[in-house]
């Protein structure tokens, strides 16, 4: 059977697994996922990792808080994340998730005989399990040796050519051209989700169009004269195809 996680650096993703679970999802499993194979927090026989919001966001910079909570609530609703509360404090709300391997298909990950006595806590708890109210990314200094946070931020081009392609079933590649178009508009302040919003809008026009389905390119969905009306404007016929924006010309 073949897998739909894959044990790579974080921020990777298999297409099928996009297609399963949706994109954002997909990059948010794959990350727990990683952080899970780390985790030496086992509790009823599963191993399991925690954050709040704001330090999960850190490890998808490309991402608004609100988006990363859609995901991740999405994955909860859809029973791919399972969650749970184990912090000592009362007080303490934070969330513990593990991945629902089970609804993907997957054998259950060893939790290394389900041993909870492990003196390196990576999720900040300390050797005697009492709770680190300042809590930690998971982005720890012992796991950041083999990752540097410098690729860790890098911007992720690559994703937004993969996000085209699932879009349109072209087959774009990662070639310094594409890569070039795509961060010239990421350094005049364009983020990894308004670059996908300018790819759901032209789909939403040009997809079913036999004339304007050549221009879901890079070229020219990422053009500097063209991409602000492509983020900004409405489609005049509601996205149903027709090729044309007010004002807004391909």
């Known amino acids: 059977m073949t897998s739909l996680l894959i044990s790579e650096p ?20 794959q990350q727990f996922h990683y952080w899970l194979q780390r985790s030496h927090n086992v509790r009823d026989g599963e191993k399991w990792i925690y954050n709040s919001f704001p330090e999960w966001n850190k490890q998808f910079p490309f991402w608004g808080l609100n988006t990363l909570k859609r995901a991740i609530t999405s994955l909860e609703k859809d029973g791919y994340l399972i969650t749970a509360n184990y912090n000592k404090a ?10 629902n391997y089970d609804k993907l298909g997957m054998g259950r990950p060893s939790t290394q005989n389900g041993s909870t006595s492990n003196p390196e806590w990576v999720d900040g708890m300390d050797q005697n399990g009492s709770t680190n109210t300042n809590r930690l990314p998971e982005t720890t200094a012992e796991t950041n040796k083999n990752h540097s946070p410098a690729k860790a931020e890098q ?20 070639t310094p051209t594409n890569k070039r178009t795509i961060m010239a508009r990421h350094k005049e302040g364009a983020t990894a989700e308004d670059m996908r919003l300018v790819i759901d809008n032209q789909c939403a026009l040009w997809l079913k169009d036999s004339k304007m389905n050549r221009y879901l390119q890079p070229s020219t969905l990422f053009r500097a004269s063209k991409f602000e009306g492509y983020l ?5 016929n509601g996205g149903q195809g027709g090729g044309s924006y007010d004002g807004i010309d391909y």
């Open 90 to 99: 009362g007080f303490d709300k934070t969330k513990w998730y593990r991945i």
């Open 10 to 29: 974080p921020l990777q993703v298999l297409p099928s697994l996009a297609v399963k679970v949706g994109l954002n999802e997909a990059i948010v499993l």
């Open 232 to 236: 900004n404007q409405v489609p005049v």
């Open 155 to 174: 911007f992720p081009w690559e994703s937004i050519i993969d996000y085209l392609n699932l879009k349109t079933g072209k087959h774009f590649r990662h």
